[in-house]
């Protein structure tokens, strides 16, 4: 093993929390013509075409829960084919090649402890639900980090994960893996993608003339010391969508080309088994792979999307004031009902999302005897609990524009949980939270047009009494 140069390409599979929960209907999206949505149509251009070819066998790779539920349901034979490859590896090297993504790709750093307690441990409860094992890595959404997000992945057994190398300060030979110092005592391993490499793949690949001759050109000159590690880490849906047809490079890179250059195909998992950590790297807090400003991406708005973004600083806003008031009536209720602590009750609740416990068996397992109505309004707060985490998806503040759909989606999560505490307890949060979304403009997004986020939820709201006055029997 020592002689070889090794090469890894890990893919990042994630479609964000498409739809209106509000809504039973199946998910129009017009501009994803001419399939019916985008999950569709992506499904058609990149999961379904890599899966046939047997690209999964050969990467490392995370699939995002919001994908990963839709694919199950919605393109079952893609979904197995998927499943098939982490178990296939497994039996072959004592490892699987999947590993696990926080659950609603919430911009971790943005989050207090608690959330990212939550997200964390809920992304790798639903791994293990889905590939039948613990997981062993854990993809961090946007690549986004600081130590305490760290620290909760090493806190719920997550042995390690990947970064840019740019995100962290040292002495630097290829992928690692190395060691991050924690500043709780503790230690985590991180993979360094090759920066490099990694944004020719994504921005350049159907300019390469093929795999062959990237791979001559490109990587040959790229070998580094023998036993080192090359890491390729990029949104899996470069393969096929960003550049139609390119699936194919993929297959052929890691079956012939890679190994023509003078590579050895590896996964993170058989690597992270094959060598120790080669170093120690200082994190750079607060940074993510898509935004050169730190997180501002995702939190004031900042020069990674065109025109006036500080809409993203007031839907936080908003956002952030919701929740402390969805907290105090789920904890308030909690606490009077005598059901244990808020936090492991809603960590616990993931087990219902997935379909593994009936509401009552999840009560019972709790030690809970509730009376039906309490029992009810128990299970539509921590309903809401689930909402409110995934209003945060870090593509509700991504894109430049206010009313960009998953924006909008963001919103509409955040309804769902003010209406999901209304039928609970009658507690009216709406009002509070349509003041804040007033205040939250967008100039010139349109030409002539001044976007108000209030209108957003306003019209989200007239589309809930159309679903609710709909008998749905
Ligand atoms: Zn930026």
Known sequence: MVDSHYLCVHCHFYQPPRGNPFSNEPLVEPDAAPYRNWNERITAECYRPNAEIGNFDHIS?????????????HAPKVY????????????????????????????????????????????????????GHRPEGMWLPEMAVDSETLEVLVEQGIEWTILSERQVSGELHGAGPYWVELPNGSRIKVFLRDEGLS?????????????????????????RSAGALTLIATDGETFGHHWPGEEQFLYWLLRYEAEAAGYEVVTLGQYARMVEPI????LRENTAWSCGHGVARWVTGCDCTRGSSNWKGGVRRAMDNLRYQLDAVYEDEVRRLQAGDPLALRNAYIDVVLGRVSAPEFLASRGLDLPSDAADRLMKLVEAQYYRQRMYSSCTFFFADLDTL???????????????????????????????????????????????????????????????????T
Request: glycine letters at 10%; charged letters at 20%; a positive charge.
């Open 61 to 73: 790779f995370n699939v995002g829960e919001t994908l990963g539920s839709w694919l199950a349901l």
């Open 80 to 131: 197995k084919r998927i499943i098939k490859a982490d178990r296939q590896h497994r039996k072959a090297h004592g490892v699987g090649n999947a590993i696990a993504q926080g659950m609603h790709h919430t911009i971790l750093p943005l989050a207090r402890r608690d959330d990212k307690v939550t997200q964390v441990l809920w992304g790798r409860e639903v791994f293990a639900h889905r590939f």
């Open 199 to 223: 944004n020719d793949i994504a921005f350049n690949m159907g300019k390469f003339g093929g795999a062959g001759r990237w791979a001559r050109d490109v990587l040959v000159p790229r070998r």
């Open 279 to 282: 170093g120690t790297v200082t």
């Open 406 to 472: 998953s924006t909008v989606y963001g919103i509409a999560n955040a309804a769902y949980a003010i209406k999901l505490t209304q039928d609970a307890v009658g507690v009216d949060l709406s009002r509070e939270f349509r003041q804040d979304l007033s205040v939250v403009v967008q100039p010139n997004a349109r030409p002539g047009a001044l976007l108000n986020a209030a209108a957003l939820y306003d019209d989200l709201l007239g589309h809930m009494e159309l679903t609710t006055s709909v008998p749905t």
